[in-house]
């Protein structure tokens, strides 16, 4: 099998032998649109949308095509193939991308892969309540989580460009930086991991420590998955156990920071914000011991100062 193809901006098809994938026809690629162009001087890797003519092997398809043409970043291609083929193969089409081979010559590296759609968000944080529900960020959540039981660590699952969505669907992509993981517990203890039982704890205090670095940093990402032990306020960071008004986040954030980006009423609206958000309806899960969350907390920074609140002594 090979891979016949017409470079932007050139008139000659050129043909390419198939180093990785199945046999069959020889595929044509055609209407190709860049996508993607080397974020630095140092990279040759070039992304294109195209259409591909697959014959009866295939038909006719969306694909993205991955296109070196320097040493250094074919054989980054070519590691990622064999990653597709070793490691990936029964999940392509369902969470990661179907492969449809990798292609070598003396000049170039090419990978060609089925089409996942567009990054689903611009940042992480979006995932959660995507489309209005949880249920693509639940799915994409037990992708990644199957990855892990099969040995399979992405590595670089906190850039959302990596999160495609495709007619509702997660895709993970981009396994340039991937690598077989056996010290992951998914692996080495073979957990039977229920995502159900899981995101049960969704709104409850974030663990000390979860079962796998890449897993715990992701959700971590997700921001509203778990409630945060600490906030980093302009610079301090503060256990929100800590954190008993308005006024309190007022006073630590009473820095150069906070005076450099704000007047003393907008801090003071940012710390209500806060205490009305994020402290105040979980209290009780910051507090346990403590029934109820205090009543007579001073909302209006004119009466905090009027009433000597203001200055007292707050420790860095």
């Known amino acids: 099998m090979s891979l016949v193809l017409t470079l932007p901006g050139t008139d000659t098809p050129i043909q390419i032998s198939c180093h990785r994938g199945e046999p069959g026809d020889t595929l044509t690629l055609t209407n190709l649109i860049l996508k993607h162009t080397p974020d630095t001087a140092h990279s040759s890797v070039q992304i294109f949308m195209a259409k591909l003519d697959g014959g009866t092997y295939l038909g006719n398809l969306e694909v993205i095509v991955k296109i070196a043409h320097k040493d250094r970043d074919i054989e980054l291609l070519r590691e990622e193939a064999d990653f597709y083929v070793d490691k990936l193969r029964d999940f392509g089409g369902t969470f990661v991308p179907k492969f449809y081979g990798y292609y070598q010559d003396e000049q170039y590296g090419c990978t060609v892969l089925q089409y996942c759609g567009e990054p689903a968000v611009d940042h992480l944080s979006k995932l959660t309540l995507h489309g209005g529900n949880n249920d693509f960020r639940n799915t994409l959540i037990e992708g990644i989580w199957t990855l892990h039981l099969n040995e399979i660590v992405h590595n670089a699952l906190h850039l959302p460009h990596h999160i495609l969505k495709l007619n509702g669907k997660p895709f993970i992509v981009d396994f340039c930086l991937a690598d077989s993981d056996v010290s992951c517990p998914a692996t080495y203890r073979r957990l039977n991991w229920d995502t159900k039982k899981l995101l049960k704890t969704e709104g409850e205090l974030k663990p000390k420590s979860f079962l796998c670095r890449e897993i715990s940093e992701f959700l971590k990402s997700l ?58 309806p979980n209290w009780k899960k910051y507090h346990p011991e403590q029934q109820d969350a205090p009543t007579n907390v001073t909302v209006d920074l004119d009466t905090y100062v009027k009433n000597g609140e203001r200055g007292r002594k707050v420790f860095y």
Do not use: M
């Open 223 to 280: 921001k509203a998955f778990w409630l945060p032990n600490t906030i980093d306020w302009f610079g301090v960071i503060i256990h929100c156990y800590e954190i008993d008004s308005p006024g309190y986040l007022y006073e630590r954030g009473a820095n150069q920071l906070h005076q450099d980006l704000y007047s003393d009423d907008e801090f003071w609206e940012l710390a209500v914000t806060e205490w009305n958000n994020g402290i105040l």
